[in-house]
């Protein structure tokens, strides 16, 4: 039927350009050339209008933003601990300032910038954006002020590079979203509509569901090659939301609020499997890919931005609630098990079974069950904080369990080894914040101590296996006592794990 209405669409259209074209060849020299001018002039005026330049963006009221400078915990141990991350934070940044300034990312033994494929081939300080918020909230203000100058003066969206519509948004909207409201400073929310704007022509694809990364110059999109026969990937055009709903009340402009409300409903009108959100959609036909379900990377961030859209709307965004329940339910009933040592775990369900491992990135997810325990159905607060808390241990035991006392990228939970990870390729840290995030919503919704304490063995293990004298690098085995670096300093070490 879809097929069917895509070639009926296809056939209007050549039908209309062909009668425009028999029309064109009725008309006398003279109506053309009248025709030509009017176009002409069109084109002189929206080229003013541009060089006139963007028109002004409405003022908003700026929110008191809670705790941001607040004074100093009473407790001198917890003090001495802050000050410590205050100063891991310090020396990452002051590393990135000496040896990678303007690049995205740092290579801290090289000493020298670093730049992966989801920044194309560009120089967009995606350190510097993503850092900024993490950088106030520590009072590093001198810091901050220099990023702020380095925006002013060189951040440029206007650039020939291919990047990923997903990352850009979280790292680059987000990061100036982020900054504007914690400094005030007008110029981060100009640079975030800017980018916007780039990033709305990787949504004109046949169904609305935007393209995994767009060409800021051209605004030609594409997906990834290695995704399910060219699909798009959930945790990428779910995790849009908050950002581009925002930019509506920022602009007035309603395309972003309707670019991603369209995602939304196209979703709920789709068959899941099980109740499942498979983790590939093709944007030309509008159905799944392979059906692979995970709340670890590829699933993740669509179920956290659903919660997170409903606390942001001050609860008012009731689909976006009920969508959530929905998923998470459906999700504990096929996906998340008991190991036989007593471990609570998120498995991937793909291709018809459930694969009884779990990924590093899947362990943010204790934080979101209790996040989202106040307002779920059915009187069921207890047992999603009691979830989470089950998530969490989980969690830690995996970085337990090695012996530099990090957490692998994946661990499985059969053939009797629980909570570790089995391939060499999956053995890796590289500067992640999930497990923390977690530890951290834990420790806000229970104040167990437990939850700083593992948050402070976690910081103390990175501190001692993955600083080095240019910044923090990624370490290559968590079972390794003499581990080698990857040689990376992630630009979310610090907009995440550190804050």
Not at 20 to 44: F, G, P, W, Y
Not at 76 to 89: A, L, N, Q, S, Y
Not at 94 to 108: A, F, I, M, T, V
Not at 133 to 145: N, R, S, V
Request: hydrophobic residues 35%.
């Amino acid at each position: 039927e879809e097929e069917e209405s895509l070639r009926d669409k296809i056939r209007a259209d050549h039908e209309r350009a062909l009668q425009e074209a028999k029309e064109k060849l009725r008309k006398s020299r003279e109506e053309l050339q009248a025709e030509i001018q009017t176009e002409k002039n069109k084109v002189m005026e929206d080229l003013k209008k541009k060089d006139a330049g963007p028109k002004p963006l409405p003022p908003v009221p700026m929110p008191k933003v809670v705790g941001v400078s607040d004074g100093e915990p009473p407790e001198p141990d917890v003090k001495e601990k802050r000050d410590k991350i205050r100063e891991m934070t310090k020396h990452a940044w002051d590393s990135y300032r000496q040896y990678g300034w303007g690049h995205n990312e740092l290579k801290p033994l090289a000493k020298k910038g670093h730049s992966t494929n989801i920044f194309g081939n560009s120089q967009l300080g995606a350190t510097i954006v993503d850092a900024l918020d993490t950088l106030y909230i520590m009072g590093l203000h001198d810091e901050f002020k220099d990023g702020q100058e380095w925006i002013e003066q060189n951040l440029d969206f206007g650039v020939n590079a291919e990047v990923s519509v997903f990352e850009v948004n979280i790292r680059f909207i987000g990061g100036l979203l982020a900054a504007y409201y914690l400094s005030g400073q007008e110029v981060f929310k100009l640079k975030a509509v800017q980018l916007a704007e780039k990033l709305l022509p990787a949504f004109n694809t046949p169904t609305g569901i935007p393209w995994a990364m767009v060409n800021l110059k051209s605004g030609v999109g594409r997906n990834w090659g290695w995704a399910s026969a060219g699909s798009s990937i959930l945790a990428e055009f779910g995790t849009l939301h908050m950002e581009f709903v925002h930019l509506t009340y920022l602009t007035g402009n309603p395309a972003y609020y309707q670019k991603v409300m369209h995602i939304r409903k196209l979703l709920a009108k789709m068959d899941r499997p099980n109740g499942l959100y498979p983790n590939y959609l093709n944007p030309r036909t509008g159905r799944w890919g392979q059906h692979h379900t995970s709340v670890g990377g590829l699933g993740d961030s669509f179920y956290e931005y659903l919660l997170k859209a409903w606390l942001m709307s001050d609860k008012t965004d009731t689909e976006a609630r009920k969508t959530y329940d929905d998923a998470i339910e459906a999700i504990e009933r096929h996906l998340i098990r008991k190991s036989n040592g007593g471990l609570t775990f998120i498995g991937e369900w793909k291709n018809g079974h459930l694969e009884r491992k779990m990924g590093h990135l899947a362990c943010f997810a204790g934080g979101m069950f209790a996040l989202g325990a106040d307002g779920s159905p059915d009187d069921k607060a207890g047992h999603y904080l009691q979830l989470g808390a089950e998530i969490a241990y989980t969690c830690h035991e995996s970085y337990d369990r090695t012996v530099l006392k990090l957490g692998p990228e994946a661990f499985k939970f059969d053939s009797g080894l629980e909570a570790v990870a089995v391939r060499q390729n999956e053995k890796y840290y590289i500067l992640r914040p999930e497990v923390i995030e977690t530890y951290w919503y834990m420790w806000r919704f229970t104040h167990d101590p437990k939850y700083r304490q593992w948050g402070w063995e976690a910081a103390q293990a990175i501190d001692k296996y993955c600083r080095v004298s240019g910044g923090f690098s990624g370490v290559k085995d968590v079972y390794s006592s003499n581990p080698t670096y990857d040689d990376v300093q992630q630009s979310f070490f610090l907009a995440e794990t550190l804050k």
